[in-house]
């Protein structure tokens, strides 16, 4: 059973680009969670998705920023327009119920230039 | 909304040592997790540990709840255990795993 696949492991964009992340959760897991971590800091909560449906994205910037699992294929996180501080660490994670164990994928490491 | 604290911030041990790592949070919570991100950003869990006692090889956890803490212990360290260990919880009338995240311990298991 393969774990959480994110791709691509890295990615560089110039400023004003779009950068368009993926993320598979493990096989069986319909929950899908998306974290943000910043240079030396820990991870923070930006959204959480189920099969076509965004349930909570308190934590996503209001612009710019949105999420996607659609019914056939890898959930999406996708940043329009791309700025300096949007460089970070972007985890996917999922779980096979609601309270279980969260498992990370490997991450994508945005870069800004 | 609610405080993780993680102690210490920092701690270097020689190969063979014990250590205990400590979280404190500050409101109930009905999800506790620990978490080791090795130096290549890779993050694993640990322990899923809302209450009460796990063990997994070297690695123990306890959490006491009504007391808002929880302890990971590591046993006889080996220098793959070097990384950041997190902590992480989400409130008691949370549905679903808005994790927060406590500031972490930073590990070196040197030779």
């Known amino acids: 059973n393969a774990g959480v696949m994110q791709n691509p492991r890295h990615l560089v964009r110039r400023r004003g680009q779009e950068a368009r992340l993926r993320c598979s959760p493990m096989?069986?897991?319909?929950?899908v969670y998306w974290y943000r971590q910043l240079p030396e800091e820990g991870l923070k909560f930006m959204v959480y998705?189920?099969?076509?449906?965004?349930?909570?994205e308190s934590g996503m910037p209001k612009e710019r920023f949105s999420a996607e699992f659609p019914k056939e294929g890898p959930s999406i996180l996708r940043i329009q327009q791309v700025v300096r501080g949007d460089s970070a660490a972007y985890f996917c994670?999922?779980?096979?119920?609601?309270?279980?164990?969260?498992?990370f994928g490997s991450g994508t490491q945005l870069s800004v230039l | 909304g609610i405080q993780v604290e993680q102690s210490p911030p920092d701690l270097i041990l020689q190969e063979g040592a014990n250590s205990t790592l400590r979280c404190n949070f500050s409101?109930?919570?009905?999800?506790l997790q620990w978490f080791h991100q090795n130096p290549w950003g890779q993050l694993i869990n640990l322990f899923y540990?809302?209450?009460g006692t796990k063990q997994n090889g070297r690695l123990s956890a306890t959490t006491v709840a009504t007391e808002r803490y929880s302890l990971l212990y590591i046993s006889s360290s080996q220098t793959t255990d070097s990384g950041v260990y997190f902590c992480?919880?989400?409130?008691?009338?949370?549905?679903?795993?808005?994790?927060?995240f406590g500031t972490g311990t930073r590990l070196l298991v040197s030779p």
């Open positions: 992480a919880v989400s409130l008691m009338n949370t549905g679903f795993q808005k994790l927060v």
């Open positions: 994670a999922s779980s096979l119920d609601l309270n279980e164990k969260l498992f």
């Open positions: 409101d109930s919570v009905n999800n």
């Open positions: 998705l189920q099969k076509e449906n965004i349930i909570d």
């Open positions: 540990i809302p209450s």
């Open positions: 096989k069986g897991h319909s929950h």
